[in-house]
């Protein structure tokens, strides 16, 4: 497809009916209108409210540890230069980590979902339900329930239950009920299946938590509105270090809300390069969950975005090593920036996930979680390639206690 033309900002977005030029809407059953329009007026109350925006502050600083460190990642940085020179290239970006695994809870799903129960609890839902896949957006709502004293259910797929023990045991801990679902690939698109029937089944107590930056609107913007506290710690903190912003900012992207977060403070920046960085799994012509790289546009989950498809319009199966990035959708906003060429998306397969996973270890002696490997892959291959002067951020979006035994399973390795 042709890339749209530019508009003049690309924090402008989306339009009123929750539309990211073609991408986004709110593509729901008749019976979720009344929920999707009064949480839209919910959130816009909130927004402009002196009050909530204050309390927000102060838990994301009391509560949650932030601002997240941004980390010079010198050894990294160095090592790539040594495989720059060595390709007769010279260069090698300077590689800065914007560490949001440090954050309660271990990953940037805390800022969304303390946003996202602090308004439910203005509305007087004390029923929380959500998604998740890889454990980190369940484990974070549960802590935030177990918080505020609210009700937690939280429906995973079966497989991920298998291959993220520890978050479902966090989960537990905090009083959650973790739903296995049974259906369809038994992970995250399915778990998200399941979350929506039960909210059209108990619409007058429970309040949906979604994960990232997908379903109807006004989900994909709220959601990215909570992460962008990312990107504007990121501006100040490298203005601190660096006297200057970054020249290139590089993410994950699953449904894509740590990508978001990164990105959207910089967006009118056109001069700094964005890479999203979608799993290729297996590769874009095997199991892979790269919906940009390998679908087109249709309707999922209340959003039109980019999906895996057949050519029968059905969804596909999505695989990742990684849980959190196995799904065959992305957010809608990032649909919109592929198309305006505004963001560039790259894709890294699970065993250059896994081989980046393991550099990170050995020379930074940080254990990310297999989400931001996927993004390090990438950062493996550009940052050689630029000038010595370039200043590239990642987004370390979530540790790695919960994929040590995937990691262990693939690399053979004893526990």
């Known amino acids: 497809m042709t890339a749209q033309p530019q508009p003049n900002t690309f924090r402008a977005g989306p339009d009123e009916r929750g539309h990211f030029g073609t991408f986004g809407g709110r593509f729901v059953a008749e019976t979720l209108m009344p ?19 204050a309390e927000m502050a102060s838990y994301l600083t009391h509560y949650v540890g932030r601002p997240s460190p941004l980390y010079f990642a010198e050894r990294l940085t160095e090592h790539l230069r040594e495989v720059s020179t060595a390709s007769g290239l010279s260069g090698g970006a300077k590689i800065y980590f914007k560490r949001d695994e440090l954050n ?26 959500a998604e998740t896949g890889a454990g980190q957006h369940g484990v974070a709502t549960a802590t935030l329930c177990a918080r505020f004293g609210l009700d937690c259910v939280v429906y995973m797929g ?26 369809g690939t038994r992970t995250l698109k399915d778990a998200m299946n399941e979350a929506l029937r039960d909210w059209v089944t108990n619409v007058a107590d429970t309040f949906y938590c979604i994960g990232t930056v997908a379903g109807p609107h006004p989900y994909p913007m709220m959601v990215r509105d909570f992460q962008c506290v990312i990107g ?12 200057r912003l970054p020249d290139s900012l590089v993410a994950a992207i699953g449904g894509g809300s740590n990508a978001i977060g990164l990105f959207h403070p910089f967006l009118d920046e056109r001069q700094i390069e964005i890479y999203g960085v979608e799993a290729a799994g297996h590769g874009l012509t095997h199991l892979h969950a790269a919906s940009i790289a390998g679908g087109r546009p249709g309707v999922l ?5 980019y999906l895996l498809m057949n050519d029968d319009g059905q969804i596909q199966d999505a695989h990742s090593i990684s849980a959190g990035l196995d799904y065959p959708g992305i957010g809608p906003e990032h649909s919109w920036l592929h198309e305006t060429g505004r963001a560039t998306y790259l894709s890294a397969t699970d065993d250059e996930a896994l081989a980046a996973f393991q550099l990170c270890c050995k020379l930074e002696g940080i254990i990310p979680a297999l989400e931001p490997a996927h993004a390090l892959a990438k950062v493996i291959e550009l940052a050689p390639k ?6 590239m951020v990642m987004n370390l979006c979530g540790r790695g206690d919960k994929d040590i035994f995937t990691v262990a399973e693939h690399l053979g390795a004893a526990m």
């Open 35 to 53: 929920l999707i329009l009064e949480l839209e007026q919910a959130y816009g109350q909130a927004k402009s409210d002196p009050a909530f925006q």
């Open 104 to 129: 309660h809870t271990g990953a940037h799903k805390v800022n969304n979902v303390l946003g996202q129960i602090l308004v439910a609890r203005r509305m007087g839902k004390r029923r929380i339900i």
């Open 158 to 183: 079966a497989v991920d239950v298998e291959r993220q023990k520890p978050n479902v045991f966090r989960m537990k801990m905090l009083g959650a009920e973790v739903v296995p679902v049974q259906s």
């Open 232 to 243: 504007r710690e990121t501006r100040e903190q490298m203005m601190q270090a660096e006297g």
């Open 301 to 305: 989950h209340g959003n039109r975005t």
């Open 386 to 391: 630029k000038a010595k002067d370039h200043l």
